[in-house]
């Protein structure tokens, strides 16, 4: 038996099945290289999962984490650390609109913490009836129970009903939609710049513009859920600088300590201070080691952005280039956060198949591949990536029609 068979048979044996983990066993890493426990060497175009934005075991991030572990962990929120007042200072700066941030430890987390402030907002206001959540068909917000009620995707409710009542969905990028699902009930519109895990979906022109419009015009709140677009991801540091126009309120994670588990929302300074003493709280939210690790990331995937921009041009253009007999339909998205559509064949076995051939990303549906490599991934890498998926692409079997 290989290392790697013996190490998934005990997976198996011990993990709640909720995964399907590819049977690959990733033992090491260094920038945007993972090497598995055969020895076979990868080129990670997923990150983590748009995670590590700055590549594996970055070395200023292993000399914060280092420093930073020998000096102090976790005190909770009894006492203020200076890691997590420096990071909330940096977030501010970064965000333009934001001046208070929660800081927790993940996406759903930052995502139910948006979500629970908006209804508060609204009470607070006086208006405990304004309860209602609108939010997008094949949305993603998360596994806890209001973010999966705001997750517009029915295969992640199965099993968990009842779900957070309040909450109503609508087609994404419908500006008509919106109009009409926006009454005196509704507290909040929740939205992704680009939709993710739909299979990467950016908001058309002049979408997000129109939320904030009518959402200002009906005392709405507007929650952008920058986890996966935020950090950077899009060549900008906020998914939606490309619009031009700022939310009330974001959440923000992924990447936001290069995978070290971090999350955090960020608000406005009138929604903001609406999270009262004792109204919320995480135990973890705001540990001086993830803040440090954060605070230094944010610095560095500010200095990676025009690489991220440049790359992420090169990478859709000789993507898009890749007809492959028609197998390529199109490329979408922004930065480095790219979907490959292939029609006739299956996107899975295209992952398979690029990893077979030393090359990570994954498959969203049947027919959409997914890249999100590290901001610092080199030109050299991206036609690496490329050629490497390009051969996938050719490789896989027709699909039978
Ligand atoms: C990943 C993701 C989440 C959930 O983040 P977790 O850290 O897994 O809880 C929420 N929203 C979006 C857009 C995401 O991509």
Redesign the pocket.
Known sequence: MTPTDSMVQRAQAVFTPNYRQAPVVLVRGQGSRVWDAEGREYLDCIAGIATCALGHCHPALVETLERQARELWHVSNLFFNPRAVELCEALVHSSGFARRVFLCN????S?EAMLKLARKYQSDLGHPERNEIVACHNS????TMF?LAATGQPKYHHGFEPLVPGVRHIPFGDVAALEAALTDRTAAFIV?PIQ??AGVFPAPAGYLAAARELTRRRGVLLCF?E??VGMGRTGKMWGHEWDGVAPDLMSA??ALANGYPM?ALLASEEVGLHLTPGSHASTFGGNALGAAVALRSLQLIGEALPNALRVGARLTERLTALRSGGRVVEVRGRGLLLGVVVRGIDAGAVVALARQGGLLCNAIGETVVRLAPALTLTEAEADEAVGKLGAAIAAAPARAP
């Open positions: 993940s996406g759903a987390e995502n993603f917000h998360g596994r973010a992704e993710g895990e859920d986890v996966q994670a992924k999350g």
